[in-house]
């Protein structure tokens, strides 16, 4: 293993370059980007850093294997063409993982620099390189000869989107289906325009597009086809159809109004703008509100809510600070920007007033009992210990599940209990022949990465099985 | 891409009939189901029921009243022009076979999804006993269509100014009552007409269905806004729904989850009416 040295210019290699970000105090009032990214120098400075191993573990780390220190050392050579190019070999969407990807658990968990000091900031560099090149316009993709094979997505999402590029590199025909009117899935409806502008989904959407895939918004299999016709009619599927329902906690006065899920909060934030007073969709404002929930969504949602002028947002999560999933860079931020962390609370009701509007959320302090199947420790509520927070608005982010839709009308494809598709961790294939699925479909709601892994394991699986056909 | 909108009249009053080419939807279509369209890149995804489909032609057909921003927008579109997005077909569809006797009851706009479900009853063989009934002479929609898509049209007005001076609901009594043997009612209109009717019917020894309205957004399960409690249980009106057994709904909630925006949807449709006096629409 390399030692770790000083750096050429005598910099030190043990701190990263730090991203520019919007302030706290102004970011909270505007839905633009947190990180603002790396200027060249600030590239260049971070790049440098890298001891570009032999042996690269930040590889390893990587769900869809990006040549890491490869693009680094083309960034050290100042060839951002050809460092962004070298990522797309691998990330057909590295404009958006370099904004969402959990790095800190993947790559970066590996990078050898992480040892004594920081990890390479790989993740910023992605981005960097991407938005390099959608700044001196993208590349035309030169389209290979196509195989006459006819290969239907359904879902447009990370693990879709992925597969689909992956596909048309290959040659096949691939034609994407999507419910929505807007391609991207949780890209689009979920993930919120300060961490993830829309329009630079919609470029990468734009260059999946030049890769000869087809996209038919509007589109919904299970009601418009079933994935049996699809199966008729095209040589493969792959099922990318995320986990689209919303999980509720059953309690009582979940349905009042102003109770939310994180779904059509954040959909009618992100996806319809209801933020923006041009766009007609609304979302009902409050001075206070409570999101209920420890992961991304609900530091997502906590944050959407800050920005649409509530006075005080809080978190309400059973479990501690450790134990929530959301990336640290989102706790982190929500803090900074105000957030209250009610931590080891969770509510046992909702209460409201005569017109059915939510007044306040009452919940109970939790106390960490014995790990659970998961390894985490579980909560138990402390008996006597209710107490209520002032809400006008409540946001569920507790999870989600597949959304069923899909199945109606089809036949022979297995689901677990929990409605997941059964696939295989390698392939995608599942119980029907031609079907692969992959993403938050199979393994129930994860990250969007993990989803890209599989659309692009699935994809290889597809070519194969075209191949044999 | 694009829906262009065929042919656009107003029936009645404020209500409009749009023909909408949508090959994929009409192809799919079955009655009971809804679409959800989009006019333009800021407007907002609204759900309407399908009033008519041709499979053939391509088309779907939906028929709306001006109440809000939207729909008062929607009514200035004309044929030629498009919608942004339309999607569908959306929600379960009625699940409509030989039961003998059915008693459809629409009221107001109400009558235009009940329209499609009277030609599916008719050729399933049934009765169809159709009740349709509005404000007035002028609002009532649909009469020369019905008549043909029923074996029985009643049709009542509140003011009297047409067929009998009352409620639908009356006349759905007196059929009730009359000993005729009716398998099944479905009733579609207004929430507190679909509440009324669902309370006057519930003696009788038939089955009660009601199409409901609820606020989403997506239509496909994603949002859980439409969420309604039937018979105790959460359920989402897109997916689950729209039709529900009468007796296990929750109407008080539904009353007042579809108030849930009407300051923000008065004062936006107050905007609205002030930005077409000033020439801005």
Known sequence: MPEIQEGKAGKARKDRTPMPEQPAEERRKNFNEVALGYTKEDALAEASRCLNCKDPKCVEGCPVNVDIPGFIKLVCEEDFGGAIEKIKATNALPAICGRVCPQESQCEALCVLGKKGEPVAIGRLERFCADYEREQGVKAQEIPAPTGKKVAIVGSGPAGLTAAADLAKLGHKVTIFESLHKAGGVLSYGIPEFRLPKEIVRQEVEYIKQLGVELRPNYIIGRIKTLDELCDEFDAVFLGTGAGLPNFMGIEGENLNGVYSANEFLTRVNLMKAYDPEYDTMVRLGKHVVVVGGGNVAMDAARSALRLGAEEVSIVYRRGEDEMPARREEIEHAKEEGITFRLLSNPTRILGDEKFNVTAVECIKMELGEPDKSGRRSPVPKEGSEFTIPAEVVVIAIGTSPNPIIFKGSEGLEQNRRGTVIADEETGATSKCGVFAGGDVVTGAATVISAMGAGKKAAKAIDEYLKEK | ?281
């Open chain 2, 1 to 281: 891409m694009a829906y262009r909108i065929l042919e656009k009249e107003e029936i009645a009053p404020s209500v409009h009939r749009m023909v909408i080419d949508a090959p994929d939807v009409a192809k799919a279509a079955k009655a009971g189901q809804f679409i959800i369209l989009r006019i333009d890149e800021k407007g907002e995804r609204v759900p309407l029921t399908i009033a008519d489909f041709e499979t053939e032609k391509g088309t779907v057909t939906v028929i709306f009243q001006e109440m809000g921003k939207t729909t008062k927008q929607l009514a200035k579109l004309s044929a030629g022009g498009a919608l942004e997005d339309f999607v569908g077909p959306l929600g379960t569809p009625a699940d409509i076979r030989k039961l003998g006797t059915v008693i459809l009851v629409g009221g107001g706009v109400g009558v235009a999804p009940i329209y499609p479900q009277a030609k599916a009853y008719m050729k399933a063989g049934n009765r169809v006993f159709s009740i349709i009934g509005a404000r007035n002479k002028d609002l009532l929609i649909l009469e020369d269509e019905m008549r043909k898509a029923s074996t029985e049209l009643y049709i009542a007005t509140d003011d009297g100014s047409k067929g009998h001076h009352g409620f639908v609901t009356d006349i759905m009594k007196q059929i009730l009552d009359s000993g005729e043997k009716v398998a099944r009612v479905v009733i579609i209109g207004p929430p507190i007409m679909m509440k009324v009717g669902a309370g006057v019917a519930s003696p009788y020894d038939v089955e009660i269905l009601v199409s409901l309205n609820s606020i989403m957004v997506d239509g496909t399960g994603m949002c859980g806004g439409c969420r309604v409690t039937v018979g105790g249980e959460t359920k989402f009106t897109c997916v689950d729904g729209p039709e529900f057994d009468a007796r296990k709904v929750d109407f008080n909630q539904l009353l007042n989850r579809l108030a849930m925006y009407r300051g923000e949807e008065a004062k936006a449709t107050e905007k609205y009416e002030e930005e077409c006096r000033c020439g801005l629409h």
